[in-house]
C-alpha cells in the first residue's frame, strides 16, 4: 500500500488507534531503548523484584530516574506527537495506546480520556506501600547519590518512579481500555515502536485479528511487519510531513 492510499484511508477513519514506543521520543531528544545509543546499552533495567529485595538496585533505579528527570526538564513533543493530536481534534482518534514514560503525549495536548500510559510514567513518583504521589521536582532536586534512597513521609516505604518496571504487574485499567480500542479500531497505527516487549505488543495482533487495518511505522523492520498491511521504514517526523502533503492533495 502506498502512503497516498494509507492517507486516504486515514481520512476517512472514524475509530483511529495510535500505538506509540519511545521511536515517537527520539526527535525530541529522548533515547529509545534498543537502538545503538539507547537506553539499555548504558543502563541495566531494575528488575522491580530486585528493586524491593536490596539497596543496591534502589540505588540503581535512582541513578537512571535523576538522569532522566534532568533530560525531561528540557524535552518538548515532536511532529510525531502533535499530528496524534490533530487527529483527535478532527474527532477520529479512538484512542492512543502508549508505551512511552516520557509524558510527551500529554504535553503535546492528547487528552487524558483518549491515553492510555501502559508502563506507567517518569513524571510521577509514588510510595509503593501507601500509593501516596510526589511530584518528581519535590523529590529530584533533594536527591543525588551517596544520599539514602528516598522513602514516604507518610509510611515510611519506598519511592520509587510511577513507571512500570519489569516484572512490576501492569495497570489493570489500562490493559482493558487498551484491549478494548485494539478491538474497536478499524485502522490500528504502530509509531516508533520494536515490538518486543510482551504483553504490549498483543495489541497490534488483537486489532489485527479484530478486523483493524494495521500500520507500522518504524525506522527499523519489527517482528510484526508481515502482519501489516502497511509498513513504512523511515523517520516518524518525515513520515508524518509527508502523510499531511498526501492529505492536502487528496480531495
Ligand atoms: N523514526 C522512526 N523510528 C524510530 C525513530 C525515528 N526517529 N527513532 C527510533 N525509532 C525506532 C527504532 O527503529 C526502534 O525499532 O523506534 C523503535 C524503538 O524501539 P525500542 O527502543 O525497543 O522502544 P520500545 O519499542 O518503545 O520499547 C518497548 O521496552 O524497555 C521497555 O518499557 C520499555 O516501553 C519500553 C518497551
Redesign the pocket.
Same mark, same amino acid.
Given at each position: 500500500m502506498l502512503i497516498a492510499e494509507f492517507a486516504a484511508r486515514l481520512r476517512d477513519s472514524r475509530a483511529l488507534v495510535f500505538f @506509540? +514506543? &519511545? +521511536?515517537?521520543?527520539?526527535?525530541s531528544g529522548v533515547?529509545?531503548?534498543? /537502538?545503538p545509543g539507547?537506553?539499555?546499552t548504558k543502563y541495566q #533495567?531494575v528488575l522491580f523484584q530486585d528493586f524491593l529485595a536490596g539497596e543496591a538496585a534502589r540505588v540503581q533505579h535512582w541513578q537512571l530516574k535523576k538522569a532522566t528527570y534532568e533530560l525531561f526538564k528540557t524535552v518538548k513533543p515532536n511532529v510525531?506527537h502533535y499530528a496524534i493530536c490533530e487527529f483527535e481534534q478532527r474527532g477520529q482518534l479512538l484512542g492512543l495506546i502508549t508505551?512511552?514514560?516520557d509524558g510527551l503525549h500529554k504535553i503535546a495536548g492528547t487528552s487524558e480520556a483518549k491515553l492510555v500510559e $501502559?508502563?506507567g510514567t517518569d513524571r510521577l513518583v509514588t510510595c509503593l506501600t501507601c500509593a501516596k504521589a510526589y511530584q518528581p521536582a519535590d523529590i529530584y532536586e533533594k536527591w543525588h547519590e551517596g544520599l539514602a534512597i528516598p522513602t514516604c513521609d507518610v509510611c515510611g516505604g519506598f519511592l520509587k518512579s510511577a513507571?512500570?518496571s519489569?516484572g512490576q504487574s501492569m495497570p489493570v485499567e489500562a490493559m482493558q481500555r487498551a484491549q478494548l480500542w485494539s478491538e474497536q479500531a478499524d485502522i490500528f497505527v504502530v509509531?516508533? /515502536?520494536? $515490538?518486543?516487549?510482551q504483553p504490549? &505488543?498483543s495489541f497490534p495482533v488483537i486489532a489485527k485479528r479484530s478486523g483493524a487495518l494495521l500500520a507500522i511505522?518504524?525506522?527499523? #523492520? @519489527?517482528p510484526l511487519d508481515d502482519l501489516a498491511d502497511f509498513v513504512h521504514? +523511515? &523517520?516518524? +517526523?518525515?513520515?508524518f510531513s509527508r502523510l499531511r502533503g498526501c492529505r492536502s492533495t487528496v480531495k
Open positions: @506509540t +514506543g &519511545a +521511536g515517537i521520543s527520539t526527535e533515547p529509545d531503548f534498543r /537502538s539507547g537506553v539499555w #533495567p510525531g508505551q512511552n514514560i $501502559l508502563h513507571n512500570v519489569f509509531v516508533g /515502536s520494536s $515490538l518486543q516487549v504490549a &505488543a511505522v518504524n525506522r527499523d #523492520p @519489527t521504514n +523511515g &523517520a516518524i +517526523g518525515d513520515f
